[in-house]
């Protein structure tokens, strides 16, 4: 079946993103779209997935539990799993640089329920990263069952190529996300990953039109992860 899908979207969880992306709204935007599959990845930080995967049921949208994770060398890298137990595992083994957030500055980081309710705020600068490097990020993403995609690999800010120069062959990885604006140079001359596109949305309105899109056997999150995966 084919399925479409939205794998980068930022909750008002992340300080840069809109106080309206609230676990609800990005659900319902996603529904109104027309998604099958989307993924909440805040910076560093999941505390508004659990309340997504929950809106998602009542819309028919599947939630994968996601995070994007800034490793120590300051580049995104997109974290998927099968179920929410996975995620959170996989987040409490890193460490987070300890920097406060200044919320004039950087802006709000708050958690939601799935009715709209703000029940908490993270007071830890989530933009900071975390310590541990690109290889040991994806490894350990890998030893959770999930899968880890570097993000938005042709931007300026925080992509691999701008950071390391190149994606190095022998980092253990099938996939890599593109944003829109890549060059068909750079999408030809790694066409060896599977390569996915997304939003990377901070405003309701940003989440992806109903464009981007993957055949999996079955709706699952297992089926839909192994076709990110490029079926390997
Ligand atoms: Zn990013
Ligand atoms: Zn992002």
Redesign the pocket.
């Known amino acids: 079946m084919k399925v479409y899908y939205d794998l980068h979207i930022h909750s008002a969880l992340s300080p840069c993103a809109s106080d309206d992306m609230t676990p609800l709204n990005i659900v319902a935007m996603a529904s109104v779209k027309g998604l099958d599959v989307i993924a909440i990845n805040d910076h560093n930080s999941i505390e508004n997935v659990a309340a997504a995967m929950e809106c998602g049921r009542d819309f028919d949208v599947m939630v994968i539990p996601s995070m ?1 994770v800034q490793t120590a060398e300051d580049i ?1 890298v997109l974290t998927m799993f099968e179920d929410f137990s996975s995620l959170k595992a996989f987040h409490d083994t890193l460490t987070k640089r300890q920097i406060a957030n200044d919320e004039h500055i950087f802006g709000r980081q708050l958690i939601f329920d799935c009715d709209n309710n703000i029940i908490g705020k993270e007071n830890i600068l989530l933009m900071a990263g975390v310590l541990e490097n690109i290889n040991t990020v994806i490894e350990r993403a890998q030893k959770y069952g999930g899968v880890a995609a570097p ?2 690999i042709d931007r300026p800010q ?1 992509g691999i190529l701008a950071i390391l120069g190149d994606v190095p062959i022998d980092l253990p990885i099938t996939t890599l996300e593109f944003s829109k604006y890549a060059s068909d140079n750079i999408k030809e001359r790694y066409k060896r990953y599977n390569q996915i596109y997304n939003s ?1 949305a901070h405003r309701p309105e940003d989440i992806s039109d109903k464009t981007n899109w993957l055949e999996i056997e079955k709706l699952s999150p297992k089926s839909f992860l192994k076709a990110v995966r490029g079926g390997i």
């Open positions: 994007e995104h993000a938005h925080n990377d």
